[in-house]
């Protein structure tokens, strides 16, 4: 009987998929070779839902150190069901084929519900960087910055 509820009302996490929604191409001033745009989609069962979006930035560069690889962003009222997390492990297999086997996710200091979001989708905390000025603009304006790792071949 257990397993009729489990299944009669499902985690939210499967009802998160995610949508490609644009390829940027290139931008070397940044060390970027493209980014990758998806819609996060809560998929319901009349129609779907669009609740967000995250992009995955393929490349490295000193930029990328503290803009990272990661953003996301989830609509203010589907926010606090954990839909960023699951979106940021589903990011996971994207990143793999494109041959990246770590991401770096960096937020700000104060932004606990992003540093939550990183912790809960198996991010490693790494360490708290100062984001040299020439980096402020593009980092919106951040002065310091968090910085997360994931790992991209584990649970793939």
Same mark, same amino acid.
């Given at each position: 009987?257990?397993?009729?509820?489990?299944?009669?009302?499902?985690? *939210?996490? +499967? @009802? =998160?998929? &995610?949508?490609?929604?644009?390829?940027?191409?290139?931008?070397?001033?940044?060390?970027?070779? $493209?980014?990758?745009?998806?819609?996060?989609?809560?998929?319901?069962?009349?129609?779907?839902? *669009?609740? +967000? @979006? =995250?992009? &995955?930035?393929?490349?490295?560069?000193?930029?990328?150190?503290?803009?990272?690889?990661?953003? $996301?962003?989830?609509?203010?009222?589907?926010?606090?069901?954990?839909?960023?997390?699951?979106?940021?492990?589903?990011?996971?297999?994207?990143?793999?084929?494109?041959?990246?086997?770590?991401?770096?996710?960096?937020?700000?200091?104060?932004?606990?519900?992003?540093?939550?979001?990183?912790?809960?989708?198996?991010?490693?905390?790494?360490?708290?960087?100062?984001?040299?000025?020439?980096?402020?603009?593009?980092?919106?304006?951040?002065?310091?910055?968090?910085?997360?790792?994931?790992?991209?071949?584990?649970?793939?």
């Amino acid at each position: 009987m257990r397993g009729f509820f489990r299944n009669l009302f499902p985690k *939210n996490e +499967g @009802y =998160i998929y &995610l949508s490609l929604h644009n390829k940027l191409p290139q931008e070397a001033e940044l060390g970027l070779k $493209y980014t990758l745009v998806y819609n996060i989609c809560l998929k319901q069962r009349v129609a779907k839902h *669009n609740v +967000g @979006y =995250i992009s &995955l930035r393929v490349g490295e560069s000193p930029a990328l150190y503290y803009l990272g690889h990661v953003g $996301y962003r989830i609509d203010p009222e589907y926010r606090g069901h954990g839909y960023a997390a699951k979106a940021v492990e589903l990011i996971k297999q994207p990143a793999y084929s494109a041959n990246m086997r770590s991401l770096v996710i960096t937020c700000d200091v104060d932004n606990m519900a992003s540093r939550k979001t990183c912790l809960n989708s198996g991010c490693e905390f790494e360490q708290i960087v100062d984001v040299p000025l020439q980096y402020h603009e593009i980092c919106m304006d951040s002065k310091k910055k968090c910085r997360y790792i994931l790992f991209t071949e584990e649970e793939i």
